[in-house]
């Protein structure tokens, strides 16, 4: 089974604090994603990852970046964080081409005051 | 829990009825679909996927229907339980673009 982890359920944070969120997949799988999941607003897409050291922006990237030093790690940062980051974050990943299944983690709920 | 606001289609079925979930998809050019299940407060789980050489595929008490000609995406599941309450929301892509691209979702529930 595809085990897609990530470091936080639940994550309190202060206005302006640098936030990092990390997650880790075990199946060498290429792609890596972050999201956002908001109600009324579904999931969006902040960056993407399809190899080691390559990033490329999603749809809301702005506020946002990320790393990724190793295959299996794909970390998202806040700079700065701000109260309308408050918001459930997934990682995802996929085999090979983008048309490949994406497994998601449990999600990682960040409340930032 | 649940939020305030968040205002997506609902279906409510008996226990041991069948499900019907419907989606509608916007790309005549996308070529592969996935239903994904999210319970409340986990990750989205993967259920089926189907690419658009099939109008059908079966897997456990789950059935995926695809009809191109009206761009619509139908998730059955059979005999439905308690633990199918969730939040269900289809997925799409079309060859050579990068991302995925996520409906809002379906919420069911399950009357005993």
């Known amino acids: 089974d595809v085990k897609v982890t990530q470091s936080s359920r639940y994550l309190v944070k202060r206005t302006g604090e640098k936030v990092f969120l990390e997650c880790v997949q075990d199946?060498?799988?290429?792609?890596m994603f972050w999201y956002r999941q908001d109600p009324g607003l579904g999931l969006r897409l902040i960056y993407f990852s399809y190899d080691v050291k390559m990033k490329e922006k999603g749809d809301i990237p702005e506020g946002y970046s990320v790393s990724r030093e190793k295959k299996e790690r794909f970390s998202l940062i806040l700079e700065s964080a701000s109260t309308n980051q408050t918001s459930m974050y997934l990682c995802?990943?996929?085999?090979?081409?983008?048309?490949?299944?994406?497994?998601f983690g449990p999600g990682t709920r960040l409340l930032v005051l | 829990g649940e939020s305030v606001g968040l205002h997506l289609p609902t279906l409510s079925v008996q226990e041991g009825d069948n499900s019907i979930i419907n989606c509608a998809y916007s790309n005549s050019a996308s070529d592969y679909f996935i239903w994904y299940k999210q319970e409340s407060g986990k990750g989205p789980q993967f259920i089926i996927d189907?690419?658009?050489?099939?109008d059908k595929r079966q897997g456990q008490r789950v059935t995926v229907l695809l009809n191109k000609t009206v761009k619509h995406l139908s998730l059955q599941i059979a005999a439905t339980q308690p633990g199918d309450s969730a939040v269900y929301f289809c997925?799409?892509?079309?060859?050579?673009?990068?991302?995925?691209?996520f409906g809002q979702g379906t919420r069911l529930t399950i009357n005993p």
């Open positions: 997925a799409e892509n079309f060859q050579g673009a990068q991302k995925l691209v």
């Open positions: 199946m060498d799988h290429e792609n």
């Open positions: 995802a990943s996929s085999a090979g081409t983008i048309q490949e299944t994406q497994y």
């Open positions: 189907i690419r658009s050489n099939m």
